[in-house]
């Protein structure tokens, strides 16, 4: 499922990408050639030591062939312009070309440049021991702002990453598959664009993105369509940004891998120190238990404006789905808004502060067999949703909560409202690795919960399915707001 308003800065981006082929030199790297060339595609260069000393201009191209593995860190210089930017890429026919960083601290780096593409590379920097490493790292450190990045279409597997926050936070912080990072005063990065890439076995984390700091964030970032999967650490984290997007991913077994957490906490997808953040349409599933943390989900410190959780799908998560982390750093007081997810034995929700108010409506909690272990911020609404658990379990209370146009099976209704009876899910518990594949949570014609839920303002539009929501009409209560399926 696309996400909603974020179209047209992907087409743009591809469309000043297509308008940078016509220009520039291309220069061409075979490292398998036994003899050094000129950078021609008929005598390309053999080594990463021969581009790692040109400074690339607007509309430059640096190819790589297909099928050829390079040994160390590439690191060009230069820069490119908003309608043409360097662009790092592949040539020929075959495998992808690797650029082995052979246990640098990055396979890839650039340092206080504007306007990269990265495409079609895979990325690896495998060690005996692990230590704060990437397999590329972006970066401004220079105290000014920089721009325009486009990554896609790489393949990061096995990068010997610090796998220990609770005695290398630093070097975990700073392990990854993919890395933009914000250092010094000043220092920011906007125009960022990370998508269709497939990371795995990375010690400390899948994707990270900060582009700059609490009172001076990055802009325009957009992280979607990636696979991340059996890596030691976070899936994909974004701080320091105004208004970001992470969407259309899918995160698997984290914690595993090659290089496997070994101490300190970790999540799923999680934004800090964000203005007004959105996380859509993802999928987070086989996370093993951390220290603490582990939920699919976190609205982290520093937060403003509105933190926002919607048309997600989560799994067999061991922190369950959803973290408040406000109180865990400087609190930023947010809006979190928590609609139209289905949590399938994602059974935990953890809050820490309650500077943030909770509105978490239209979602499917389904725990036939497994205790709820859930808290809510002090001042939370919890509204049209479905809650399946087992009869031990117990939904928190307090005076600044409030249940309303609820249905709850099993698990026994926290207050006296809502309607304590069956849902009729279609078919539950047989959902897929795409969130428009989970269509056992569609309600059957004798659903209970069907066009008799409340209201809610501002409520997206649409529910986990595409379905339309009224901001007037009673929608139906839990993640889908279609007609009731017959024959079920």
């Known amino acids: 499922m696309a996400g ?9 981006r591809a469309q000043a990408n297509a308008q940078a082929g016509a220009q520039g030199t291309t220069t061409y790297v075979d490292c398998s050639q036994p003899v050094d060339g000129n950078g021609t595609q008929a005598s390309p260069y053999n080594s990463l030591a021969d581009v790692n000393a040109i400074v690339f201009a607007a509309g430059d191209t640096l190819a790589f062939a297909d099928g050829t593995t390079c040994t160390g860190t590439l690191s060009p210089q230069g820069s490119g312009s908003a309608s043409a930017p360097v662009t790092i890429t592949d040539y020929g026919n075959g495998a992808l070309p690797v650029i082995d960083g052979a246990g640098a601290a990055s396979a890839v780096t650039l340092t206080n440049q504007d306007h990269w593409t990265v495409e079609n590379l895979d990325l690896t920097d495998n060690a005996a021991t692990e230590a704060q490493r990437t397999g590329l790292l972006i970066q401004s450190t ?7 990045y486009t990554v896609q279409n790489l393949v990061v597997d096995g ?7 609770a005695t290398q936070s630093t070097a975990f912080v700073y392990s990854a598959g993919i890395e933009f990072g914000a250092s010094n005063t000043g220092s920011t990065l906007d125009d960022v664009l990370v998508t269709d890439n497939q990371v795995s076995n990375v010690g400390g984390g899948g994707i990270k993105v900060r582009t700059g ?3 001076d964030q990055g802009s325009n970032v957009l992280v979607e369509d990636n696979t991340v999967s059996d890596d030691g650490g976070d899936g994909i984290v974004v701080e320091y940004a105004d208004s970001p997007v992470i969407q259309d991913n899918t995160a698997t077994g984290l914690g595993t891998g090659t290089y496997p957490w070994t101490g300190g906490n970790f999540a799923g997808m999680w934004v800090l120190g964000d203005h007004d953040p959105t996380i859509q349409s993802n999928v987070v599933t086989g996370t093993i238990m951390s220290a603490y943390d582990s939920e699919a989900f976190d609205c982290d410190w520093g937060n403003t404006g509105t ?3 919607q048309y997600n799908l989560t799994y067999h998560n061991a922190g369950g789905f959803f973290l ?4 865990c750093g400087t609190s930023g007081a947010p809006a979190e808004v928590v609609r139209d997810n289905i949590f399938q034995d994602d059974c935990r929700s953890i809050s820490s502060g309650n500077a943030a108010t909770l509105s978490f409506y239209d979602n499917d909690v389904y725990c036939p067999d497994t205790a709820f272990s859930v808290q809510w911020p002090t001042n939370s609404t919890i509204e049209n949703n479905v809650f399946v658990g087992e009869s031990s379990s117990s939904l928190p209370t307090g005076s600044g909560t409030s249940y309303l146009w609820n249905v709850f099976q099993g698990v026994p209704r926290p207050t006296a409202n809502g309607i304590a009876a069956d849902p009729k899910f279609v078919d539950p518990g047989t959902v897929a690795l795409t969130p428009a594949a989970a269509t056992g949570f569609r309600l059957c014609a004798s659903a209970p919960g069907l066009a008799n839920g409340a209201p809610v303002a501002n409520n997206g539009g649409r ?4 379905n339309p929501v009224s901001a007037t009409a009673k929608p139906d209560r839990g993640a889908y707001n279609g007609p009731g399926v017959s024959g079920c």
């Open 213 to 215: 700091a609490l009172t």
């Open 324 to 327: 408040n982390c406000d109180g």
């Open 307 to 309: 933190c926002t959780v």
């Open 142 to 148: 220079d105290g000014t702002a920089h721009t325009g």
């Open 159 to 165: 990068v010997a990453g610090e796998t220990n926050k």
């Open 4 to 12: 909603l308003g974020t179209v047209a800065p992907t087409q743009a």
């Open 463 to 466: 529910d986990f399915f595409g």
